[in-house]
């Protein structure tokens, strides 16, 4: 999806004309590059984070000829997804496994990993 989509996409869910959504899409990406620029954070609830981190300037080397450069100081735009976004992308992709093979604690816990938490009741009990 490009910026020209997404207009469309706002216009049809705002009941307004393309040019309104453009000019509503745009006011918003002002006001978080605006923010940015001031090193704050533009928190979307829901959505995710914009924020800026910086980088100090470094040494590298040019691979071309192996001599040594300055890498510049810059500041970076940072995005952090929100966890509905998240839930939102991952919808359905969470793994069950067959009926057979999960219906004991120790066998949920060794499918899923150490780093799921701990199922309370057995798995066969889900609704597949």
Do not use: W
């Not at 705002?14 to 001031?38: C, E, P």
């Not at 829901?46 to 800026?52: A, E, N, P």
């Amino acid at each position: 999806m490009n910026k020209g989509d997404l207009v469309k996409v706002i216009a049809d869910a705002a009941g307004v004309t393309n040019a309104t959504a453009n000019d509503t899409l745009n006011a918003v990406l002002d006001s978080i590059r605006k923010a940015l620029k001031k090193a704050d954070k533009v928190t979307l609830i829901g959505f995710g984070t914009f924020s800026t981190a910086k980088r100090a300037k470094r040494q590298g080397r040019n691979p071309s000829t192996g001599a040594k450069i300055t890498i510049p100081a810059k500041t970076l735009v940072k995005f952090k997804a929100g966890k509905e976004l998240t839930d939102a992308v991952n919808k359905n992709k969470i793994r069950l496994p067959p009926k057979n093979k999960a219906s004991t604690y120790v066998e949920a816990f060794l499918f899923y990993g150490a780093r799921r938490s701990i199922f309370h009741f057995p798995l066969d009990t889900l609704v597949y």
